[in-house]
């Protein structure tokens, strides 16, 4: 196959998967190299960004997945009666951005970076798919760890959690001294 009809091959493959799929998995339905198959890809997304289409194709990680277009949002929502989602209230953002930048995480340890209870923002995440429980820490109690999912990355329009910005005040390795206290160190290796 040539790269124009790759790519068309993919785009089917893409359109009637509605949700992200693994290169591996479209390489094996059209018998290609990842690296043939990623530059059709790469290619069918330059020409949905050039012509303004409707639909764009998301890199995420290692999936792919054709979505509608952010200009036409308004049109598209009208058209469904798609009421916009509502917006994550800052407490969310606090909690979501302490699961990504240490997950994975247990609430506990969320809590204790914000100094509140994080229980009821932890289940809205939850069901908004925003994070996930991706099993428990291997310390009395069993507490659940906690991460980001496809959907986050998505929502936040990031390839993969290395295009997080920098945290602030994170530049130095290992604990940071805040108000004369050494903080409690995160067991396994810094993480949680």
């Known amino acids: 196959m040539d790269t124009k009809e790759l790519a068309s091959a993919a785009e089917g493959i893409l359109f009637a998967a509605g949700e992200p ?6 390489c094996m339905a059209l018998e290609t190299g990842r690296e043939e198959t990623e530059e059709a890809l790469h290619s069918l997304g330059d020409y949905y ?11 995420i990680e290692d ?15 009208r058209a469904f009666e798609i009421r916009r989602p509502a917006k994550l209230s800052q407490p969310a953002l606090e909690v979501l951005a302490a699961i990504a930048y240490y997950q994975p995480t247990t609430r506990a340890y969320v809590d ?7 229980a009821y923002t932890v289940g809205l995440l939850l069901e908004r798919k925003l994070i996930e429980e991706c099993g428990r820490l291997q310390v009395p109690g069993r507490p659940r760890l906690y991460r980001t999912t496809q959907t986050f990355l998505r929502t936040f329009h990031l390839q993969s959690l290395e295009e997080l910005p ?9 604990p940071q001294v805040v108000g ?13």
């Open 166 to 174: 920098p945290l602030p005040g994170l530049e130095m390795e290992g």
């Open 49 to 59: 960004a050039f012509e303004r289409r409707g639909i764009r194709l998301l890199h």
């Open 21 to 26: 799929v693994h290169i591996d998995r479209i």
């Open 180 to 192: 004369g206290e050494e903080p409690s160190t995160p067991p396994e290796g810094g993480q949680i």
């Open 63 to 77: 999936s792919w997945q054709l979505c509608s277009a952010p200009d036409y949002a308004i049109a598209i929502r």
């Open 112 to 118: 204790q970076i914000r100094g509140v209870d994080s």
